[in-house]
């Protein structure tokens, strides 16, 4: 994620009134409810099929059956009961990704559980304590790039308890396929691994074209967004109307900032947008990604009907008053995640991908730090390569730091690009107990060592 845009006044403060929270009060209604002692929410990871080039379907793995999973909806705070099945020939587990759970269901095998084996099932309770979009899919190093890039990959959002009033929430997860020549998944060789494969298709939704809607003129939409490729970084721009970037990777910002032509999104990060549909009939504002001669995700359109929430501003998502409200710097443990490897200028081959001069393991002895509960950490990332690299860190959110001083960015992360030769600190209170990966958010380097992790006690 880079640097803030530059910044915009923000919009002035949404003052409900009665129409919004009655529009408030019927969204609540529709919502689906837990029972008090709900059956678990059975998921269940299988082959299916997919249409993405003609004539002939594509051999998947899929959440269900579906491409992107199916779209899980959680209440911040309360357990949602889940059986994960694993019905495929690989060894799984289940990432939350994002998400500042118990460090028990984080889903990385061999780190914070057993991989589930295939014909297995594990049952636990997910309790997501922050609102906001989040990637599920499977995280077992050695493994990650080839499961995502075969379609285990699915979005949960996590319900604020006072959402803004839109007309539309439109939830999308854009993913990118590398096909050969007979439309299967193809699998590279290491040498191409090792940087990441960039697909030959890229898909909506699990379909290869952009994603509709007619909207009421001036409606108001929240568009959420995340990036499910295993390596592509996507570059996105709007046209035909204003959009606000309200979240990125889950979590409100600080400032609302208008996405000006471009905004780029590394591998499992989130936006959050709102944007404001134009007052004429027919009118289309379409976002879409840099990629070749542009790929459209969505094409939106009016209808001559007029939205009932037309005259309310644009309003930012309520704060998060569980993110720590301050980060003592000058008590925090400082440590480093140097990255070393890769593809070089005049090499042949790339070089094995390392952390801290080795690569990644998972051995009980090899952590990069740990560290007491509720201290602050101040982390130097640097990218010692000739590629930008994209780093994510499990169970935390953090600020980006400035280079001269110690401010930060205005909103947290958990996935940040570093450009090729550059160094970025970033900090975080260690308040989540337990064992924590830090890895490239491209699945296949992290297959290959780019990682590492940390313990909280
Ligand atoms: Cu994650």
Known sequence: ????????????????????????????????????????????????????????????????????????????????????????????????????????????????????????????????????????????????????????????????????????????????????????????????????????????????RAAEAVLPRRARVRLRLANLAPARVMTLRISGAKAYVAAVDGHPTDVFEPLHSAFPLGPGNRIELFLAMPAEAGAEVVLSARVGNGFEIVRLRTSEALSAIAELPLAPLPTNDRLPAEIKLQSALRTNFTIEGGPRPGLPEPLPWHVNGSPGTLARDRYLFNVGRGRPVVMTIANRTALPQTVHVHGHAFRVLHALDDGWDPYWLDTVTVPDGKTVRIAFVADNPGRWLIASAVHDRMDQGLYGWFEVK
């Open 1 to 208: 994620m880079p640097r803030p845009l530059s910044p915009a006044s923000p919009p002035a403060p949404f003052r409900p009134d009665r129409r919004s929270l009655l529009a408030g009060l019927a969204a609540a209604a529709i919502s689906p409810a837990l029972p008090a002692l709900a059956a678990p929410r059975i998921l269940v990871a299988r082959p299916a099929t997919l249409a993405l080039r003609a004539p002939k379907d594509t051999p998947v793995l899929a959440f269900d059956g579906a491409v992107p999973g199916p779209l899980l909806r959680l209440r911040r705070g309360e357990t949602l009961p889940l059986r994960f099945e694993n019905r495929t020939d690989q060894p799984l587990s289940l990432h939350w990704s994002g998400m500042r759970i118990d460090n028990r269901h984080d889903g990385v095998a061999g780190l914070t559980q057993p991989a589930v084996a295939p014909g297995g099932a594990i049952e636990f309770g997910l309790t997501p304590p922050d609102p906001g979009l989040f990637v599920y899919r499977p995280a077992v190093p050695g493994k990650t790039g080839d499961l995502v890039a075969r379609g285990l990959a699915g979005l949960a959002v996590v319900e604020e308890a006072d959402p803004p009033p839109v007309d539309a929430d439109l939830v999308l997860g854009v993913s990118d396929w590398l096909l050969d020549d007979a439309g299967r998944i193809a699998t590279p060789p290491l040498a191409v691994l090792n940087g990441g494969r960039l697909g030959n298709v890229l898909t909506v939704e699990g379909r290869p």
